[in-house]
């Protein structure tokens, strides 16, 4: 069974920047990373849980999506032999604190990837808090 584990929030200033790690367990890394979407959400105090970015499995092209307000600034990427997804998150705002949960699902369409609900695997989560 998969389980993943988040790692690397905290608390930084304004303009400051974290990475995040989201590692799996529980499978063969070749089948982890040909089969599984993992994506980034956040859900900050009071608010709802929101889509940040994804990176589609190797049998889908490894493709990169990322939430408009995150463009430019955060990067997701993956060490398939860690079976590892990163997010590196760059010119941080206090808007982007929340807990970050990474998710993982196999079989996603496109325009699926992007609803928390399609995703059988979560993290615990991880704090990042940008406060001055």
């Known amino acids: 069974q998969v389980q993943l584990v988040e790692s690397g929030g905290g608390t930084v200033q304004p303009g400051g920047s974290l990475r995040l790690s989201c590692t799996a367990s529980g499978l063969p890394y070749s089948i982890y990373t040909n089969t599984y979407t993992v994506t980034w959400f956040r859900q900050a105090p009071g608010k709802e849980r929101e889509f940040v970015a994804t990176i589609r499995s190797r049998s889908s092209g490894s493709r990169t999506y990322y939430h408009d307000f995150v463009k430019g600034r955060f990067t997701i990427s993956r060490d398939n032999e860690e079976k590892t997804v990163y997010l590196q998150m760059n010119g941080l705002k206090p808007e982007d604190t929340a807990v970050y949960y990474c998710?993982?699902?196999?079989?996603?369409?496109?325009?699926?990837?992007?609803?928390?609900?399609?995703?059988?695997?979560w993290g615990q989560g991880t704090q990042v808090t940008v406060s001055s």
């Open positions: 998710a993982a699902s196999r079989g996603l369409l496109s325009s699926s990837v992007y609803n928390g609900a399609q995703y059988d695997r």
